[in-house]
């Protein structure tokens, strides 16, 4: 007999965090989140000072099949000029029947809030974090901060009643198969920049904090104009900015400047996952935390995170520095793939960069919507 619940206690929040290592356990591409940060993620996080969700756990007798949360994102609403809301976390059995349970208890909840037009996912909790369902690209594990799911969810989100809103596309290089136009006419470039005063330097980790408060308005308007994207608040970008300097690679973090007012930036990371695939269920402790000091120089991939340029800097040589800049290191440093992404599928602008240095697109990611 299915039933479904609120999840409120500890012990409730725990089981909803656990559910997909369980759901996964025989499927080697599976790389667990981190307990901790999930942890975060679902009751600390500065997202929670402006908006609200709520998870639900699905069990059939005493054993979970299926998981979801309901997100009313409030900033998003308002910066958009809709009433939508939003599912995330979800998980679930091959089971129509415990798919619109969790479908059906979410959007309840959502209408309860006074939602009344779409009903938009997955997204945890908003393109600014994890979000899309992957439909193509399954043959291998995610990257670091990318979803991943088993082919049949699309099946079940559709048969739900959800159709298409946008695909994210994921580009992929391997080894040394790119164009390394962008590298050979790197110099040529700078120089043609410098003629504007705009320069291409790393990111200044002693004075981050500063870095950081730059970084987020050009973040704010690089990417304003995407579909259901919504502007991280100060606390938001903060956080992710802390996170983020916990593994990022200043050679890798390259800011493009005009005396003294950043105007674009490109971020690439090192695929952790490679080494989080290997700390089980999650946990940092008792042996997690070694897992991850032990293989982090062991890392063969890095994912290109962000790269935006501010409206009026665009078209100007820059995208293409940032480009090049990262390709060299990738070769210098001798990473054998990497990964860039997502990006929107009506992105045609950074798209046909991206396939001009031979980006293939080789995973897909869809977000889902339905009138609620």
């Known amino acids: 007999m299915r039933k479904i619940i609120p999840v409120y206690s500890k012990n409730e929040l725990a089981a909803f965090i656990d559910f997909p290592h369980d759901l996964y356990k025989d499927d080697p591409n599976y790389v667990p989140e981190l307990f901790i940060a999930q942890k975060d993620l679902l009751t600390t996080h500065p997202f929670h000072k402006h908006s609200v969700i709520q998870p639900f756990l699905v069990y059939d007798g005493d054993k979970i099949t299926g998981r979801i949360a309901a997100i009313l994102n409030n900033n998003h609403n308002s910066f958009n000029k809709v009433n939508d809301g939003f599912f995330g976390f ?92 962008s590298v050979r006419l790197l110099n040529a470039l700078q120089e043609r920049l410098k003629r504007s005063n705009i320069i291409i330097r790393k990111v200044d980790l002693k004075n981050f904090k500063q870095e950081t408060v730059k970084l987020r308005e050009v973040y704010n308007a690089a990417w304003d104009q ?10 938001e970008f903060n956080h992710l900015a802390k996170d983020l300097k916990l593994i990022l690679d200043p050679e890798f973090c390259l800011i493009a400047e005009q005396e003294g007012k950043i105007v674009g930036f490109g971020l690439a990371l090192p695929d952790f996952n490679e080494v989080l695939k290997k700390v089980k269920r999650g946990r940092l402790l008792p042996f997690g935390i070694f897992k991850i000091l032990l293989n982090k120089s062991k890392i063969t991939g890095i994912r290109i995170y962000a790269l935006g340029i501010i409206e009026g800097y665009r078209k100007m040589g820059i995208e293409a520095c940032l480009y090049g800049s990262i390709i060299k290191r990738y070769k210098e440093k001798g990473f054998t793939h990497a990964e860039a992404g997502w990006t929107l599928e009506n992105n045609t602008l950074i798209n046909e960069a991206i396939k001009a240095i031979k980006g293939d697109p080789r995973k897909k990611y869809r977000i889902y919507e339905k009138a609620i």
């Open 90 to 181: 979800f998980d679930c059995i091959n089971d129509q029947e415990t798919a619109n349970l969790l479908f059906n208890t979410a959007a309840g909840w959502l209408k309860d809030k006074g939602v009344d037009q779409k009903f938009i996912g997955p997204v945890n909790f908003s393109t600014n974090e994890a979000c899309g369902l992957l439909i193509q690209g399954f043959d291998s594990p995610p990257m670091l901060m990318m979803t991943y799911n088993y082919p049949y969810y699309a099946e079940l989100i559709e048969k739900a009643g959800f159709s298409k809103q946008i695909d994210l596309i994921g580009w992929y290089w391997e080894g040394g198969n790119y164009d390394d136009k």
């Open 226 to 235: 995407n579909t259901g994207f919504v502007p991280l608040t100060d606390d």
